[in-house]
């Protein structure tokens, strides 16, 4: 399994600002995935992340909202632009490993943001 | 596109006792994984048990164990000898078989566990 850690934790913010988020891996992984989970919802993804190539973004989610970096296999950043009270929510990292063989996800322990 | 259903947005149940969680999804592939997620109030996202669809054995993991029905796209989980610590949200998930795939979830459960 792979250990995946977020920062921050969680942070509070005020509307018509940027956050960015970091994702942090403790081995190397081809894929990285940011979700999304809003209040009392269930988990959205946002975007796939690879490094060396642009993010690929699901639909509804866009390039200027939330930028992806991914400089190396064990990094990724998302940051959450231009913040609204609907940006709201929790904000995981996830990677793909491996558990007896076979492809897994595991997630980070997410990000929580407020704005205000 | 692919859906999962969990049609139980709450659940209760005896400590000791055993429970069964409902999962549905719809799909045309023939080759894909099922997961049931943990997410406790920490949020941290926990595998709890995962299944190969071309598997017919139903996976099983200590005290959790899954009902795969292919033909009726059905993904149940049961949990028996119920603990406090089971307290949480628990989310069935869908994802295509091959590497780099998403998952799509289901929309949860919330499990409560009484003393």
């Known amino acids: 399994s792979a250990v995946i850690s977020q920062k921050p934790s969680r942070d509070i913010c005020q509307r018509g600002t940027s956050l960015t988020i970091q994702c942090q891996v403790d081995s190397q992984v081809t894929m990285m995935f940011w979700y999304r989970q809003q209040p009392g919802q269930s988990l959205t993804l946002i975007a796939t992340a690879n490094q060396g190539s642009e993010a690929t973004y699901e639909s509804g989610f866009v390039i200027d909202k939330f930028p992806i970096s991914r400089p190396n296999l064990t990094f990724s950043t998302l940051t959450v632009s231009n913040m609204s009270p609907e940006d709201s929510s929790i904000y995981l990292c996830?990677?793909?490993?491996?558990?007896?063989?076979?492809?897994?996800?595991?997630f980070g322990p997410g990000t929580r943001l407020l704005v205000l | 596109a692919q859906t999962v259903t969990q049609s139980q947005p709450e659940m209760s149940v005896q400590e000791a006792e055993t429970v069964t969680l409902s999962c549905t999804y719809d799909t045309s592939e023939s080759d894909y994984y099922l997961f049931w997620y943990k997410q406790p109030p920490s949020r941290q996202m926990i595998l709890v048990i995962r299944q190969e669809a071309y598997k017919q054995q139903n996976a099983t993991e200590n005290r959790f164990s899954v009902n795969f029905q292919k033909a009726a796209k059905s993904f149940s989980l049961k949990i028996s000898d119920s603990q406090l610590g089971d307290a949480a949200m628990y989310f069935c998930?869908?994802?295509?078989?091959?590497?780099?795939?998403?998952?799509?979830f289901g929309g949860g459960t919330r499990l409560m566990v009484k003393p």
């Open positions: 998930a869908y994802r295509s078989s091959g590497a780099g795939n998403m998952l799509t």
């Open positions: 996830s990677v793909e490993g491996f558990r007896d063989g076979y492809e897994t996800q595991y």
